[in-house]
């Protein structure tokens, strides 16, 4: 296809859809993650985290699991299931195309499927706009890699850490540009810092063995 969103958010109607789709995606390479009702609270939050530093391209989820996510940027909404609720509909279109940003939004429509698009036009009053699927499918698949990867320090406010001491570590002792570093999170434990991909090995190989404000801390990828 023409477009390449860097951030997707994929909507399923099920939690077992959206693990099929998870694995399907990442066996061609691209990098998805899901999120469903089924996953613990910080295993949601991990997710998210991830999701909004740029350091997973696509998200797959259900209804249930995107209640309330604070997305600020999203390129593209794709609804591999059609929701049978327009009000719904409307919810998961309305995520991209924020703050005065364009954004995309595309439906899948099976023949069985084509009466709750109907509900959905009727509820939007306006009609939908359809394209045929064969023409995308003959294309060739090209995978999509975040830009960013996510390291997980063992540190976090109740260890007096904050934002300046991580990207000064990471800019100074470390040698990154400030360009390098995305987004910085710090919980009361752990603190996770979005770095771009092409040098985050080599900004884990400087951290891993120095101090932080003269302490030592764990530290991971999040995959």
């Known amino acids: 296809s023409k477009h390449q969103p ?15 789709m998870v694995d399907l995606l990442r066996e061609h390479g691209f990098n998805a993650l899901e ?29 249930v ?3 309330g996510l604070d997305i600020q940027t999203l390129d593209a909404v794709l609804n591999i299931d059609i929701t049978p609720d327009p ?11 924020r703050t005065d940003t364009p954004g995309l939004a595309l439906s899948l429509v099976g023949p069985k499927e084509r009466h709750w698009a109907d509900r959905i036009a009727e509820f939007q009053k306006s009609p939908l706009v359809w394209k045929p699927l064969a023409p995308i499918l003959k294309q ?37 540009r400030f360009e390098d570093v995305g987004k910085i999170k710090i919980m009361d434990f752990v603190s996770f810092v979005a770095l771009r991909r092409e040098i985050a ?13 003269g302490k030592q801390f764990r530290m991971r990828f999040m995959s």
Do not use: W
């Open 6 to 20: 860097s951030s997707c958010l994929v909507f399923c109607n099920t939690k077992a859809r959206v693990m099929d």
């Open 35 to 63: 999120l469903h009702g089924d996953m613990e609270q910080r295993e949601r939050e991990d997710v998210m985290i991830q999701f909004a530093n740029q350091s997973c391209a696509v998200l797959v989820a259900t209804d």
């Open 65 to 67: 699991a995107a209640r």
């Open 87 to 97: 009000e719904v509909h409307i919810h998961r279109i309305g995520r991209t195309g």
């Open 140 to 176: 060739d698949i090209l995978p999509v890699s975040a830009p960013m990867v996510t390291l997980c320090i063992q540190g976090g406010k109740k260890h007096k850490l904050r934002p300046g001491d991580l990207l000064g570590a990471l800019t100074k002792d470390a040698g990154l």
């Open 201 to 213: 090995e080599q900004a884990y190989s400087h951290l891993i063995g120095s101090q932080i404000k």
